[in-house]
C-alpha cells in the first residue's frame, strides 16, 4: 500500500519524479512487473480487475529512464528499456529474433518464437507466442494459449483507465487476428484465423 500511495503521489504532482523516493518506487514496480509479482491486470473472483496506479508507474518510467545503447551480438538497439535476460534461469525458450522488454513477465515454458512482447504485459506458463506475433504493453495472456503466426495483442497505457486486452487460459488465437485494447478472451476461446476478411475484435 505504501508503493501504491506513492505513485498515486507522484502521478499528481510530477515535480516529484526529480526525488530519488519517487524514481525508486516506480523503478520497484517495474521490476516486480518483470518478475510477475505485480500486475496490470487481475482476476477478482469471477471479474478482473485493472490495477491503474501500476499503469501510472509504466508510464512514469520512460521520462526517468535515459537512453542507452544495447549490443546484442552483432545487433544494436538505442532504447531506455532494457531487454529481458536470464531465460534458461526463467526456463523461456526464446528464437532468434524474439524480443521481450524489462517489465514484462514472460513464465516458465513459454516459447517465444520471432516475435515482440512490451512493458507491462503478463505471458502465463505454457503459452506459445508464435511466429512475428506482437503481446502489446500491459496486455494479459494466460496458461497454455497459443497466439500464431502475426496476431496482434493491442496495447494501452493511456489512459489508465483503459482496460488491456485479456486472453484467459487455453485460448487459440488464429493467425493474423487482432485484439485490441479492452477486449477480454474467454477460456478456452478459438478465435479464427484471418482468410481474406477482418479478424479484428
Not at 26 to 44: F, H, N, S, T, Y
Not at 69 to 92: C, N, Q, S, W
Not at 106 to 131: C, F, H, Q
Not at 156 to 162: D, I, K, N, R, T
Amino acid at each position: 500500500m505504501e508503493l501504491k500511495e506513492l505513485i498515486e503521489k507522484t502521478w499528481l504532482d510530477r515535480e516529484l519524479l526529480k526525488e530519488g523516493q519517487s524514481q525508486d518506487a516506480v523503478r520497484e514496480v517495474v521490476a516486480l512487473l518483470d518478475k510477475g509479482e505485480l500486475r496490470v491486470a487481475e482476476p477478482d473472483g469471477e471479474k478482473w480487475k485493472v490495477n491503474e496506479w501500476i499503469k501510472k508507474a509504466v508510464i512514469m518510467y520512460f521520462p526517468i529512464q535515459q537512453m542507452e545503447t544495447i549490443e546484442v551480438g552483432p545487433f544494436e538497439f538505442h532504447d531506455k528499456i532494457a531487454l529481458k535476460r536470464d531465460y534458461k534461469k526463467l526456463g523461456v525458450r526464446v528464437v532468434p529474433h524474439a524480443i521481450a522488454r524489462y517489465g514484462s513477465y514472460v513464465s516458465k515454458g513459454v516459447i517465444l518464437m520471432p516475435s515482440y512482447v512490451n512493458i507491462g504485459a503478463y505471458v502465463d506458463e505454457g503459452t506459445m507466442v508464435d511466429t512475428w506475433a506482437t503481446v502489446g504493453s500491459c496486455a494479459q495472456v494466460g496458461k497454455h494459449v497459443h497466439l500464431s503466426g502475426g496476431v496482434g495483442l493491442g496495447g494501452v497505457l493511456e489512459p489508465v483507465q483503459a482496460a488491456p486486452v485479456i486472453i484467459e487460459d487455453n485460448v487459440f488465437v488464429g493467425s493474423r487476428c487482432i485484439v485490441v485494447e479492452g477486449v477480454h478472451v474467454g477460456k478456452e476461446a478459438v478465435l479464427g484465423s484471418q482468410r481474406g476478411v477482418d479478424c479484428q475484435f
